[in-house]
């Protein structure tokens, strides 16, 4: 497995743990910006990582910025993707086993380094369950190509 990542100048510095982290665990990771601690806009990372994901290019992706909020919003824009906001260990587990989500995201100034290195680790780990919930993700694709063909 391949993992994009990127993140906002608030995320740059748990963005760093995450890469090392996916390193010693023998993860593969993609990193698509930003590296520094300058203003940047959100979006546009966010658009970077989702955009792999959603052509297909990259399997899953991880997204920080402050809150995890505006990376939210920017990844769930794009079809097949399936981001979700994981503060805490709970949400990063179900997020996979019930929601096959492929988009990690944190807030980077709401989740310490040690609770975010776990939420990461859980969720690369946690396989999706399948059987019941595949009709709802089949409902959710469903949606977004009535949207595609309505032009919404």
Do not use: Q
């Not at 665990?25 to 698509?32: F, K, Q, V």
């Not at 989702?50 to 939210?72: F, N, Q, R, Y």
């Not at 996979?96 to 995201?105: C, E, P, S, T």
């Not at 807030?107 to 999706?128: C, H, M, N, Q, Y």
Request: with cysteine; proline share 3%.
């Amino acid at each position: 497995m391949t993992i994009a990542i990127g993140c906002d100048h608030a995320g740059v510095e748990l963005k760093k743990e995450i890469i090392s982290l996916l390193h010693d665990l023998r993860i593969e990771c993609i990193d698509y910006g930003t590296d520094g601690p300058k203003s940047v806009d959100y979006p546009d990372f966010g658009e970077k990582v989702s955009g792999a994901v959603s052509s297909g290019k990259m399997e899953k992706g991880i997204l920080i910025c402050g809150t995890g909020i505006g990376m939210s919003i920017v990844a769930n824009k794009f079809p097949g993707v399936r981001a979700s906001l994981c503060n805490e260990l709970f949400t990063a587990k179900m997020s996979r086993l019930h929601n096959d989500a492929n988009i990690l995201v944190l807030g980077g100034r709401i989740v310490g380094r040690d609770l975010a290195k776990e939420i990461v680790k859980t969720w690369v780990s946690t396989p999706f369950e399948g059987e019941r919930h595949c009709k709802r993700l089949e409902k959710i694709t469903l949606i977004e190509d009535r949207l595609k063909k309505h032009g919404l």
